[in-house]
């Protein structure tokens, strides 16, 4: 029975109280990404299966939810010899907000302007292991910007993140700041050959996981020498200890020697950024094959995962349409600044609270239609007002009217009519007072 | 290439103007909701698959879009000897907000208090034909009364359904109201026997779309007799002509006999009504099988599609749950009413425009940091701004301003900054000024 009542696996259902903490994050990093002129847009939850597939390297395909093809075309699929599993579905759920984002940017590029900055705050859906914090449905508040390779897109993005923390009440985040072009530069240099770049790049992304210990173990499976990876892992150790962004910058530079366009790529970056808990960290790998340029990600305290992420992606839009048009991005999770925020009490009281200012008790069959219209009148002025749904003892209505959490209970019998009167109980103070019906504006002020 | 980039088949892709008119409607429905006391909960878009088998009849079931198993399982089902389309999913999309309510009622009842009046608006996913006016995923914006049998819940679900119409600018709608048990006793009174009875309501239910003569032979084909079906088609025709809902009912409780709970309860619901554009429609049958009591449908105008429709569950939670608890809702679809809004004008012009105030410009490498300090300087004043994200030619910079419909165009050059000081220019007057910078808050008070 139990399990027949449960959500599916990873996913949760959101009461009222949950829903409410949720919209009062959204609203927020709405109005910053707003701010900023991040125009809303939507996709749907379903993409064609070859929409997704090969654009989140293998792992990423693994993860896929797949949806079963219907009729016809599934029958087909079934009666071949071989059943493949891709041949079986046709459409997938939305893994992220990017890949759709750059199908829509390919299809739309008539509609819209040369220079687009949208934001899309939707769920997604992963077939990951489920485990604390981590769910198969959860949301991203996603945005980027089209059309521009100026350093000025990054800095902004720095920005914005830096607004939506604070607003929410963090002072402890840290945005730190790569380049793949960069990553691949130092990689080279220490010997990685070309073809095993992207391993040992891959390999750096767990070094928050693992540790140096277990980069070097995952390199030399990779087939990297001990010495390339030990001379790769002394250097970016010898950054790590470094605090400041200058200097970490001249250590690359000495490192890589000064001519790449990534070093120039990312000095531009630094120059133009304001934002003080901007941290570069040369060890930052991204897992997504589908970064060209800057990568970032932003962490809060000590909690070691974070709890956003983001890059340049130049060339993902080509994948979908004939030129390839440049693009920056960024993503916050929203289901772990939830998570944080809960943590630390970083909610406002009324950011949780119920919404209803008053009840309207039902005294009799005969009284009812009065209460209905009683609580019309109310509502024509702003109030939120429930009517308790049926006849009941009064004193079961009032602690009905607390437990939801009402302000006033305005009470309607017999006499209050005949008096063109209403009773008026505030649940906080326990006073109750008789007020005539054209008073009751006033006193119901909300 | 084209269909590569295309949203899935029977989806859509929302651009920021769309995003815009669907989020004014969605507004104006939450605020009315809320004002009644409805509280907003959500669920996930995933749901285990057997907690959809069997809720929405067999053609119902035909509709849910299936989700593939993963790994080990897929492996095991695809072994079998004969195999079972249902054998191969485990998950299911959500096909409407009304089944996962169900069970979250059932999950957390210990979490809820007894009456519960929830809203969840959300999109659904069916696998049905794509055709004009008809998505594969749509959004549904249903409320939902929970825990009581009382009339005051049916009158009050007529009052919110005035109310968000009202609130969203139409006039000429109508709520047909008619009763599952009465709907039931009329189609026995004209001899039809039990097992046939759902038969015939189902046949009723194609009215609109195919007139009486299409019910009859509907009817026929099932088995009913023609007499017992003219009968019946006779007094559906009848009543229909009678405008008054007094005069339907005196009809109604003449031809079935004045005996039946099902009556009262119509009579009581009539009486507490106080919704002008409520019409009594002896028809009107609704084709989901989980129906009990009071069945509600809303039209606009003569178009022949309804735009929402609900009605009196009170076994659909038992099937979930041990208790049965009575549950009354309505759901309005928010794709109908997006469409005869857009066709009647009914956006106000501010529903629709961009969320940009004002656009910097840039003017070199060396001052592009400058832009961004200025942007932020406005933002921290409440003021949405754009800066212009790379060095080119002014007057392309100001033509972009005015085709994403920014208001002003702040332009902070050489000479501006060596002053302290800022150009403005009105994209709607073209009149251009310097002000200085500290004036700059008052000029675009917004």
Chains 1, 2 share one sequence.
Not at 308 to 335: K, V, W
């Amino acid at each position: 029975m139990s399990e027949r009542i449960q959500p599916a696996r990873g996913t949760r259902d959101f009461l009222p109280e949950d829903i409410r903490r949720r919209e009062y994050v959204v609203r927020i990093i709405r109005e910053v990404y707003e701010s900023y002129g991040f125009e809303p847009l939507e996709t749907p939850a379903i993409e064609n299966l070859e929409t997704l597939l090969g654009k989140y390297g293998e792992e990423g395909n693994q993860l896929i939810f797949k949806i079963l093809k219907r009729g016809e075309k599934l029958r087909e699929a079934l009666q071949a010899e071989e059943i493949k599993e891709n041949e079986l579905a046709d459409l997938a759920l939305r893994y992220d907000l990017t890949v759709p984002f750059a199908r829509v940017i390919a299809n739309y590029s008539d509609k819209l302007p040369k220079f687009f900055k949208r934001y899309q705050i939707q769920p997604v859906w992963r077939a990951d292991r489920p485990a604390h914090g981590r769910f198969r449905e959860f949301y991203q508040c996603d945005l980027d910007a089209i059309g521009s390779r100026s350093p000025l897109v990054e800095a902004e993005i720095f920005q914005v993140i830096r607004d939506v923390l604070e607003k929410l009440g963090f002072s402890d985040f840290e945005i730190r700041l790569n380049h793949r072009e960069v990553l691949r530069e130092v990689v080279a240099r220490v010997g990685i050959p070309q073809e095993k770049q992207l391993d040992a790049i891959i390999a750096i992304d767990k070094l928050d996981k693992v540790g140096y210990e277990g980069v070097l173990l995952e390199m030399l499976k990779k087939g990297i020498s001990n010495a390339s990876a030990e001379r790769l892992l002394g250097f970016l150790r010898s950054c790590s200890q470094k605090e400041d962004n200058v200097e970490i910058l001249a250590s690359v530079k000495d490192f890589i020697g000064e001519k790449g366009e990534g070093l120039k790529n990312l000095e531009e970056i630094l120059k133009l950024n304001d934002v003080e808990q901007l941290k570069l960290d040369v060890s930052l790998a991204r897992g997504l094959d589908y970064y060209t340029g800057a990568i970032m990600e932003v962490s809060v305290g000590d909690l070691k995962s974070s709890i956003g992420g983001g890059g340049r992606y130049d060339n993902l839009i080509g994948m979908f349409s004939r030129t390839p048009i440049p693009a920056c991005g960024f993503s916050l999770g929203l289901e772990r600044i939830l998570v944080v925020m809960q943590q630390r009490r970083l909610f406002p009281d009324d950011a949780t609270t119920s919404n209803i200012d008053v009840m309207v008790t039902v005294w009799s069959e005969h009284l009812m239609k009065q209460s209905l219209q009683l609580a019309s009148e109310l509502r024509s002025q702003g109030v939120r007002v429930l009517v308790y749904p049926q006849i009941d003892k009064l004193g079961k209505q009032l602690r009905y009217a607390s437990q939801i959490g009402a302000r006033l209970v305005c009470i309607l019998g017999e006499n209050e009519i005949a008096e063109g009167k209403v009773s008026i109980k505030n649940l906080l103070t326990g006073i109750q007072e008789i007020v005539n019906r054209d008073e009751l504006k006033e006193k119901l002020a909300v």
